[in-house]
Structure formats: structure tokens, C-alpha cells
């Protein structure tokens, strides 16, 4: 009996290379070789920034950059995108150990006694029995076609799909991040120039005030300031608003209360400075770095391998087996050398007679591909748009900027002058009110825009996947040395928390 097993044995070991089903390619898309917007610059533009990872000590704004590493550190979402990463993992080293012998001991200690209607005509003491047993029992599926290892390589592709998800919330995280604080200095900026205005305004309306008092001037012209004043004023509380509310979710996205930022957020602070250009790379260089494309690729490969696993149903599937035990009748015999008992078994299970069934599951996970596939070449084509998208909103906010700076500086000095003609009396209040409405104008369009362009340039690092680490080793968890999959795994930077 053991010759054929051994025999057996080393057939598997022979066929171990193959396996049913489709083997996963990498697929292929074509791609421009540079994106449009990019080619489309301004000729004689300034030489563009190189493009890595250092986007946020790029911003040179410390505050910021440690406002992105505490939500890295604590946020919920990513607290929950990692349950996931380590669900995945446990689930592939659970696939794992399918590839090796099961090996499980057992012990029995019993007394039974038999009814009379068992044994007739004995005695009831002589009705009574012992039975004791111990062994160990081992079985292993022969892979001869490649079921159980189709099922480790799905399982290590969909950690590997964790992994790119992971590191995708993360980019989206910081990008967030950066967005709020971003709009948050950009909205102190336009409530800065709504206050200036006001003060100027004030002032206006005292003068006016004191030029009605001497005679010189009109109660119109008190009322015609008075409402331009009163119109200035009513725009500080939204914009006060929104300053409370961009704090509120910083602090939310750090993991924090709402309320824990305020103080530190509310000292204004000027918007981060930005290069002239960047240089966005190449499509291909961008398809590489997404970890949305990367997440799609890995379902694909996961749902290709899942066909092998069902293809492999149409073969006949072989388990060895085996046990090595004792059995006595009394406790003091029970590991003697006839109490010795063994078993060595080879079992087939094949659903021959069940292939509809085998071929629709078949049908099913080809299918499946189909779809990833179709939603891999769509997650190419979206991260193609995104970064195409940003990168015409980037250089187009970067030349309105340019002339909204023109018009802000032209609309003060307007109004500067305005004011002096009046006090000389060479004109009259319309010309002040007129020139200090469309300075308020001016400089709050051009604060808004300061704003814009920034946020566009966060919204390209995040369009590029960049400017946040990506690859980082293994490192220690608070709970212990937790499994990675064998792919590159993202910075396991959220804490564990109670």
C-alpha cells in the first residue's frame, strides 16, 4: 500500500507546475505619450518644478505638513481602509496553509454499558466496557491541477488590492487635508480684505458725517455711505463662517472634535507660496504611480486566478490521508505494540457527474474578469481625465491670478486717489463710493483666485498620486508584528486606538 502512495505523491510533486485556468497578464492600454494640457503650455513659461514626493515641505508650511501627518496617524477612514488591509492579509495566509498537510490529534476515554436488549443473556456486570484511544491524523489535497494554488495567488492579489485602496485614502486624506487648510488661509485672506474695506468705508462715512455737520454736505450722501458700509459689514459673518467651519474639518479629518483646532487655526496666516510649474511626468509614469489603477489591476489578476480555481473543479480531486493511533480496551494497555492502529488512505472526489454546475461556476468567474477588466481599462481612462483636468484648471487660475493681482493693486490706488479728489473737493462721494465698491471687488476676486490656484495645485499632486509617501517597509504595530502582503504595502501610519 505505501509504494502506490509514494508513487502517487511523487506524481504530484511532478505535476505541481501546472494549473487550470488562465494565467494573469498584465494588461495593456494605449496611452498618449504626453499629456495635452501640459504640451499646450505657454510657450517661453517658466521651466517647470520637478515633480515628487516632497509636495507638502514644497508648500513650506510646517503647520500644514503636520496637520497631514496626524491625519495620516488617526484618521477613521483610514482606520477602517486598514481593518480592511489586515482582513486581507489574514484571509490570504488562512489560503496558505490549504497548500500544506492538515494535522489534528485526538483522544477518547469512554464506559459504556449495553441494554440487555444488546446483549441477551448477559449478565448486567458483564455489560459494562472500557474503551480507550488516542491518535494523529493528517490529510493533505494533492494540487494536481492547481485549485488550492489559483486560490493563494486570488487571495494574495486581493491583499495586494487592500494595499493599493490603503494607500489611495491615504493620497485622498492629505489631499483633503491640504484643501481645507488651503481654503481655510484663503477665507481668512478675503476677511482680512472684507475688514480693510470696512475700516475704509467707516472712515468714509465719518467723513462724510463731519462734512454734513459743517454744512458742506448732504444727508444723501450720509445715507448712500451708510448703506455701502452696511453692505461691506453683512459679508463679514459668512465669510466668519466659513473660517469656523474649514477649522471644523481639519480638526475632524485629524481625528480630533470639531472644535480642538480653533485656536490654533485662527491666527491668520498667509497662503502657501507655489513654483511657477510642475511637471506632471508622463501618463505612463502617472498609470504607474495611481493606486486606484494599481487596486483595479490587482482585482483583475484576483478574478483571473478565481477562474483556475473553478476550472479546476472539472478534475478529479486526490487527498491523502493518514493515522497513527493506539487502542486498548484498558488505560494501562494503551500504548502498548498490539494497541498499535494505523490508517494510510488515498481518496478521489470528482463531480464528474455535476459538470453543468462546474461549468456555470466556470461562466461566472469569466465573466467576472470581463467586468475587472472593463473597470481597470475605466480606471485609466478616469485617472487620465483627473490629471488632464487639473492640469488645465492649474495653469489657467495661475493667469487669471495674474490679472486679478493687476486689478487689485489698480482698484486701491483708484480708490486712494478717489478719496484725496474728494477731501479737495474735486469730486464728489459717488467717485469714492464707486472706486472703494469695485476695490472691494478686486481684492476679495483676488484673494478667492490666490485661492483657487492653490487648492488646483493640491488637486494636481492629487490627481498625480503624489506629494504623500507611498512605499514604506513593515514597521511594528501597537498590537504586534502584523503580516504584509508580498507586494509593496503603503505606510501603516494609522494608530490603533481602543
Known sequence: MVKPLAITALAAALLTACMAGPDHVRPHMAVPGRFEADAAATPGAAA?????????????????????????????????????FDRANALLRGARFDALPTITAHGEAADVRSSADQAPGTPREARDDESWSAGIAASWELDLFGRVRRAIEAGRAGAEASAADLRALQVAVAGEVARAYVELRGTQERLRVARANRDNQQRTLELVTARLDAGAGTEFDTARARAQLEGTAATIPALEAQVQVAMHRLA????????????????????????????PGTPGDLLRARPDVAAAEARLHAATARIGVATADLFPRLTLGGLVGTQAIDAGALF????ETRIVALGIDWSFLDV????????????EAEGELARWQQAVLLALEDTENALVRHSRTRVADAHLERAARDAAVAARLARARYEAGASGLLEVLDAERVQLQAEDAFAEGRTRSVASAVALYKALAGGWPRHVPERERIAGRRELPDAQAPERRVASRP
Open 48 to 84: 517647470p518644478a520637478a515633480f515628487d514626493d516632497a509636495f507638502l515641505q514644497g508648500l513650506d508650511d510646517p503647520l500644514l505638513a503636520r496637520l497631514v501627518d496626524e491625519a495620516l496617524q488617526s484618521n477613521h477612514d483610514l482606520r477602517v481602509a486598514l481593518a480592511r
Open 252 to 279: 475632524v479629518l485629524t481625528g480630533r472634535d470639531p472644535g480642538a483646532l480653533v485656536a490654533e487655526l485662527s491666527p491668520p496666516a498667509p497662503l502657501p507660496a507655489l513654483p511657477p510649474r510642475i511637471d
Open 336 to 339: 502498548e505494540r498490539d494497541s
Open 356 to 367: 453543468g454546475r462546474v461549468r456555470a461556476r466556470i461562466a461566472a468567474a469569466n465573466a
